[in-house]
């Protein structure tokens, strides 16, 4: 029998309803052997996180001001959600240690991860509780350096070992452990990184990341009404999607299930028929597609720097002189549009602010330019697709739309792998564009 690893998120089980709901998708299942649970999420939008409680808890504790008020909001979370399940668990006692052990910590210096990770260790306690299955500490199976980066292949060894004797078993998501023993947690979100790498450890068939969103959405709601979701999407796509803004998994999650070529598929737990999003290595023979486009994301803020130069094309190292003075500013860039005589080189805001005066006048001196100037104000759109790969007429049929929408095309891109092509326009431009492009490709 195959393996699936279910992460869900805070949101799948901010309350003892959700609870019920997990429950009911797990064992629908047979395969759905190993859980990863988040800590409880909000239940309405004014809601609290109990993750941002215990960082909150963490920090009164630092600067010695009582936080029982805090933690009694915790409690209240925990014990009501075991209470209306009817669940036999000692979690008063567990509270009690975490609250001490937070206060400890504190005392002694540490940081914040301790508190953090007990929202998802609870939260474990009371789902295994819940599913009649074994209980397994993230901190005996996720291992963490002494530079506190993480120990995949220790990680992998440790949880086939431990879960191979186990039929069924819930490991808390977000946090592992450093070799002294003491807790260290992953970034926020980091559950989905959690689930991964249980996932590659187990050796699943199958990650499945459960939510509360039936899948990615073909491009940002709040431009276009009701976009179509992604039945099935390649790791690559989705790299080029999230670099570009749109935001689906934390960025670490991706890197052990990819590797291992195990997909992804991503859930509602409110809609727990609906297939969802399947995320899967181009090889595998679900990529094959007829769709031309998979995903549009874009991104506000950024600025062209544009240089010129007559003959600029017989001037050995000029590109590389003109980079150079963005490293040593410490500045990356993303693009580089360039002509005959004139090279442009687009750039993020944030990594220009309070150094974009003094990057003009160290271009200016380096490569002595006919002309230097800038173009601020760049949206980038990436329309992304593995269906647009060796088909003609694509990047015709998205800049019509653009034309017909009259929007002003200011930089294009095309990559190479023909995955994606990206269009700079003005930033006033930005939803009209986006519209745009989705409606050329989506009837
Ligand atoms: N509970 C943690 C957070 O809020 C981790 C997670 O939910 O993935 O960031």
Same mark, same amino acid.
């Given at each position: ?17 959700? /609870? ?14 190993? =859980? ?12 609290? !996180?109990?993750?941002? &409680?215990?960082? &909150? ?12 008020? /805090? ?14 399940? *009817?669940? *036999?668990?000692? &979690? ?8 001490? *052990? ?41 291992? $963490? ?5 993480? %120990? ?30 003491? =807790?260290?947690? $992953? ?64 960025? #670490? ?16 737990? #409110? ?60 500045? +990356? ?7 005959? #005589?004139?090279?442009? /080189?687009?750039? !993020? ?7 974009? !005066? ?14 230097? %100037? ?41 990559? +190479? +792998? ?6 700079? =326009?003005?930033?006033?431009? $930005? ?9 050329? $490709? =989506?009837?």
């Amino acid at each position: 029998m195959s393996i699936k690893v279910c992460k869900f998120g805070g949101s799948s089980l901010a309350d003892a309803a959700q /609870v019920r709901k997990v429950r009911a998708i797990v064992a629908a299942d047979p395969e759905r052997r190993y =859980v990863v649970p988040s800590a409880p999420g909000k239940r309405s939008d004014d809601d609290q !996180k109990i993750t941002d &409680l215990l960082y &909150l808890c963490h920090e009164h504790a630092r600067q010695g001001v009582p936080f029982g008020e /805090v933690f009694t909001i915790i409690r209240r979370r925990f014990l009501d959600i075991a209470g209306e399940l *009817g669940l *036999g668990l000692d &979690l008063a006692g567990e509270l009690d240690r975490a609250e001490a *052990g937070i206060a400890e910590r504190a005392k002694a210096a540490h940081g914040p991860d301790y508190a953090a990770s007990r929202g998802e260790y609870l939260n474990g306690r009371i789902i295994a509780e819940v599913l009649g299955c074994a209980f397994i500490d993230a901190a005996e199976l996720i291992r $963490f350096d002494a530079n506190g980066r993480l %120990d995949e292949q220790r990680s992998y060894a440790m949880i086939a070992q431990r879960l191979g004797g186990a039929d069924r078993a819930v490991i808390p998501g977000f946090y592992g452990s450093g070799p002294d023993g003491e =807790v260290i947690t $992953f970034s926020r979100g980091g559950s989905d990184v959690s689930g991964a790498i249980v996932a590659r450890g187990v050796g699943a068939a199958l990650y499945e990341n459960w939510t509360d969103v039936p899948g990615l959405l073909m491009t940002d709601p709040r431009i276009v009404d009701d976009p179509l979701t992604i039945e099935v999407i390649t790791y690559r796509e989705l790299r080029e999607l999230s670099y570009s803004g749109a935001s689906v998994l934390h960025e #670490d999650a991706v890197f052990p299930v990819r590797s291992a070529g195990i997909p992804v598929n991503i859930r509602s737990t #409110d809609a727990p028929d609906h297939p969802g999003t399947r995320i899967v290595s181009m090889d595998d023979p679900e990529a094959e597609t007829s769709h031309a486009i998979t995903g549009i994301a874009g991104r506000r803020d950024f600025t062209i720097i544009n240089v010129e130069k007559a003959l600029m094309n017989t001037e050995l190292g000029f590109g590389r002189r003109v980079l150079n003075v963005l490293e040593v500013n410490g500045i +990356s860039f993303e693009h580089m549009p360039s002509g005959i #005589d004139t090279l442009g /080189v687009v750039i !993020k805001d944030a990594n220009l602010e309070g150094k974009l !005066k003094r990057v003009l006048a160290e271009i200016e001196a380096e490569v002595r330019p006919d002309k230097i %100037d800038i173009d601020p104000d760049l949206a980038l759109i990436a329309t992304v697709g593995r269906g647009m790969s060796r088909r003609p007429g694509m990047a015709a049929r998205l800049f019509s739309a653009l034309g017909a929408a009259g929007v002003n095309i200011r930089m294009i891109d095309q990559g +190479s +792998s023909e995955l994606n092509i990206i269009v700079g =326009v003005n930033v006033d431009d $930005f939803e009209t564009a986006v519209r745009a492009i989705y409606h050329a $490709f =989506v009837e």
